[in-house]
């Protein structure tokens, strides 16, 4: 079975409630607190882009380590395994994977030692997949569908829209349906620019 939520652009309000939800269930677990998911916004309407834990998922298959797999329908990536090499990031072809920054918990930032010049200020930013600061670990995120909450995705739920939906194959096979019904019952137009044209005598 596949798994993935899809996001209704016509519903969405831009409003970034998907985005807080995730991050903030994701930190209770604690896990990389930031969002799986990310609102983006063009003149007209907005949406959030998200993974589509995609069949053939082309994230997993680059990764060198095996952090990324297939669990119960959904893409899972193991947070533990990751090694920074960001292919699964440069792999993705919706952009889903961002990386966050991990520092080891026993050394905090801006540590200064009387043996040790003072470390350099961090660079500017500029793209989860170019950025490096010294010291930190980039780790992927991607979502998981909250797969350790029962009552599934956070962001699903506190859309105050309802824009974002959780998808199975029952909703494609039903969506496949309806859409062949609407073929057979609707006109077929004007095929008779398919048809072939007469001999010429």
């Known amino acids: 079975m596949n ?6 652009s016509t519903l969405c309000i831009g409003c970034h409630t998907c985005e807080a ?10 896990l990389q607190s930031m969002p799986r998911l990310k609102v983006m916004r063009n003149r007209d309407e907005s949406a959030p882009q998200l993974c589509r834990h995609c069949e053939d998922a082309p994230c997993a298959s680059v990764c ?15 947070a533990n395994l990751c090694v920074s090499c960001k292919l699964c990031g440069i792999a993705c072809p919706f952009g889903a994977i961002e990386f966050s920054g991990s520092r080891p918990l026993h050394i905090p930032a801006d540590v200064n030692s009387p043996k040790a010049p003072a470390a350099p200020a961090d660079p500017l930013r500029v793209s989860s997949l170019l950025d490096w600061v010294p010291g930190i670990r980039a780790v992927a995120v991607k979502c998981d569908l909250c797969s350790f ?7 699903v739920r506190t859309c105050p829209t309802k824009a974002l939906q959780l998808i199975d194959n029952t909703d494609i096979a039903k969506t496949s349906k309806r859409k062949r019904e ?3 019952a609707g ?5 008779s620019l398919f048809s072939q044209p007469e001999a010429r005598k």
């Open 149 to 155: 909450d029962e009552q599934g995705p956070a962001c």
């Open 21 to 30: 939800a995730c991050a903030e269930t994701h930190r209770q677990q604690g």
């Open 3 to 8: 798994r993935f939520v899809i996001a209704d």
């Open 187 to 191: 006109a077929l137009g004007d095929l």
């Open 182 to 184: 609407l073929t057979l």
């Open 64 to 78: 060198p380590v095996n952090a990324i797999n297939r669990v119960d329908g959904a893409v899972q990536l193991n």
